[in-house]
Nanobody, 119 residues
Framework: QVQLVESGGGLVQPGGSLRLSCAAS????????MGWYRQAPGKQREVVAAITRGGSPNYADSVKGRFTISRDNAKNTVYLQMNSLKPEDTAVYYCNARYYELGSRYDYWGQGTQVTVSS
């Protein structure tokens, strides 16, 4: 079972940047597809970006061109570089690790890190 710890959240002005990190431990990092989700107050959790085991990224339409997901398997870490931040990006951001085995899907979550975009 993998354990995930996010860091890098905080308060930033509109147009600013933040980089989130998610450090994994307790399992073989490279077997997991990784993702970043977010949940704003009163809203459902939504996927922001994901990256396959092979390093192929996918993004929600709302963040395309502004956010970049990457992974460093040697450091057991996944990153989310967030540029041109908007107030609507304000949310708790969660790291996710996912893998499939024998037809079952396994999801693991970090504790979340708050991102607030405000002037």
């Amino acid at each position: 079972q993998v354990q995930l710890v996010e860091s890098g959240g905080g308060l930033v002005q509109p147009g600013g940047s933040l980089r989130l990190s998610c450090a994994a431990s307790g399992s073989i990092f490279s077997i997991y597809a990784m993702g970043w989700y977010r949940q704003a107050p009163g809203k459902q959790r939504e996927v922001v970006a994901a990256i396959t085991r092979g390093g192929s990224p996918n993004y929600a339409d709302s963040v395309k061109g502004r956010f970049t997901i990457s992974r460093d398997n040697a450091k057991n870490t996944v990153y989310l570089q967030m540029n041109s931040l908007k107030p609507e990006d304000t949310a708790v951001y969660y790291c996710n690790a996912r893998y499939y085995e024998l037809g079952s899907r396994y999801d693991y979550w970090g504790q979340g890190t708050q991102v607030t975009v405000s002037s």
